[in-house]
């Protein structure tokens, strides 16, 4: 039998938004059963919170899908990972996946890891992506989550995960707990690590190996997070493999079961298959912390406090003039959102520092260069909030400018040089080394890092217009550039003088780049 055409044809697809192309492939292809299951992702029946301790983040609980034949005692829990609720002191938010479905999930937790007497209730989104005749065949995913709430500040928790058959205080089991801390009840020297644009290979997992090594407080993950969808243009049916979700939350176990791996949404985390903005399957995975944002329609949009440091995650995908699949689909109410946001974090006298990380760049000299959608929407608004830091994915490269103010160098950073953002501007920072194949800079451009610093010069580039065309721009703010895998890795410290240490690290662990934010200095 001919394999059919499950395509739309790109003439068509060049002038349809993410949401019709989702209402052209499911109307196409999916079968009533599936418009069931898939829309019940899209109007927000996945997103129930916890029961047994704690409300959570997303909603009401929903009921639980038929669980399997297999009794539970065969069925190993995978993929741990972990993310703040709204106050980072108090609340956890532990998520897993199972590969059958099963009864009566829940986590165990408590301050020894031979004492886990505290058992709260988990939810179970179950995720359905239907099958493509001579593509994919169906699948059914199963992702459970549980709110910790009510948690004490700066104290370590031990915890596991189970179900009805398989209990991590066992003994045959408990080689399965782990641990996590709390955020401080008040300002703390910390670290936190940061990269975008990871997917599933052999440097993303070295990378997590040189993560584990800086012992983060938590991870900032700028989009491009798994590569399922391969694509990520959104503007026809992108080649999609959701089991390769089950292979990304295996791989970065190790380190996101006690680490938070604080996540938002690239292009390619936007996968039509399941709701009218392809956010439904990042609904199913993630527990984020809901910050007075739609949680339901953007996953990836949320902010958090964690000692002196003020953090927004930010959906570029609404503001990108490059790809448009998703433009403007909140109505203007992200940018809204920030602008409030930023306003209370700079007024919150505990916050030292903001820092704003996103998926599309605001300035990049590498592949996909900068996106003029950006600039025009966000960066207004980073200069009157003063924001400190922007971290940005998208370019699979490392990339770091100067202090940036008005469009142009407002202080020039070398390596090992400080900035004040109150008269310089903001420093942005291209981290999409965290392990797909990586990219190159501007033909002539040389690389230029610690230990191989080149000669400053001004660098071809270009910026993507409204018109989805390409506007040449010549720059003198690239000031690092480094075209291999590598981290970003932050130390907040508060106090009479406070201070973020900003340091780039190689896969090799070797350092490429770093340099001083201080406010009012």
């Known amino acids: 039998m001919d394999t059919p055409d499950v395509g739309i044809p790109p003439r068509l697809a060049r002038r349809m938004s993410m949401a ?29 919170g916890c029961g047994g301790g704690g409300t959570g983040s997303r ?21 741990r ?51 493509v005749t001579g593509v994919r065949p ?110 990304f939350l295996k791989q970065n176990e190790p380190v996101a079961r006690s680490v938070p791996w604080m996540v938002t949404t ?15 399957g990042q609904l199913a995975r993630w527990s984020l912390p809901d910050s007075g944002f739609d949680a339901r329609t953007a996953p990836g949009v949320y902010a958090f406090t964690y000692g002196n440091v003020g953090f927004v995650a930010l959906d570029a995908n609404d503001v990108s003039y490059e790809i448009p699949a998703n433009f403007g689909y909140t109505g203007g109410k992200q940018t809204r ?11 919150a006298k505990d916050v030292d520092f903001v820092v704003v990380f996103f998926h599309h760049c605001a300035y990049s000299t590498s592949a996909h260069a900068s996106d003029g959608g ?52 903001t420093v942005y920072v291209t981290a999409g080394g965290g392990g797909r194949d990586l990219y190159g800079f501007p033909s002539g451009v040389k690389e230029s890092y610690e230990g191989h610093v080149t000669r400053h010069d001004s660098v071809p580039s270009f910026r993507w217009t409204k018109s989805h065309a390409e506007q040449p721009e010549t720059v003198e703010w690239s000031r690092v550039r480094y075209r291999g895998f590598s981290l970003l890795s932050v130390e907040a410290e508060s106090g009479a003088r406070p201070v973020l240490r900003v340091s780039a690290l190689a896969q090799s662990g070797e350092r ?9 200095a």
């Open 138 to 247: 169906a699948l059914q995913q199963y992702y459970l989550h549980a709110a910790l709430d009510g948690l004490r500040p700066g104290t370590t928790y031990y915890y596991g995960v189970g179900h009805e058959g398989f209990d991590p205080a066992a003994p045959a089991h408990r080689r399965s707990i782990a641990s996590f801390r709390t955020a401080p009840a008040g300002p703390e020297r910390f670290v936190f690590t940061a990269f975008g644009d990871q997917g599933v290979s052999q440097a993303a997992d070295a990378n997590d190996h040189v993560l584990l090594g800086r012992k983060p407080a938590f991870h900032l993950h700028a989009g491009d997070i798994c590569y399922a969808d391969t694509n990520g243009q959104g503007k026809k049916s992108d080649g999609y493999d959701p089991a390769y979700w089950d292979l």
């Open 266 to 280: 690239g292009n390619h985390d936007m996968e039509a298959w399941y709701s009218p903005d392809g956010y439904g």
């Open 20 to 48: 019709e192309q989702h209402e052209y492939l499911r109307t196409r292809l999916m079968p009533r059963r599936t418009l069931v299951t898939a829309g019940a992702v899209a109007a927000g029946g996945l997103l129930a």
């Open 59 to 79: 909603g009401t609980t929903t009921s639980s899908p038929s669980a399997s034949a297999v009794h539970g005692s065969v069925v190993s829990p995978f993929g």
């Open 374 to 425: 950006v600039r025009a929407e966000w960066l207004p608004l980073f200069a009157k909030h003063e924001v400190d830091l922007v971290i940005n994915g998208h370019n699979h490269v490392y990339e770091r400018t100067d202090a940036v103010r008005d469009g142009g160098v407002g202080r020039a950073v070398p390596i090992g040089g400080s900035t004040d953002p109150t008269k310089d501007g």
């Open 337 to 347: 959102w920030l602008d409030d946001r930023l306003g209370a974090l700079r007024s």
């Open 81 to 131: 990972h972990l993310a703040f609720g709204a106050d980072p002191k108090t609340q956890m938010r532990v998520s897993w996946q199972v590969p059958l479905a099963v009864r009566k999930p829940f986590v165990r937790i408590g301050l020894r890891p031979d004492d886990l007497s505290r058992r709260i209730t988990a939810e179970v989104r179950g995720l359905h992506t239907p099958g």
């Open 512 to 520: 490429i780049d770093h340099f001083e934010v201080r406010r009012g």
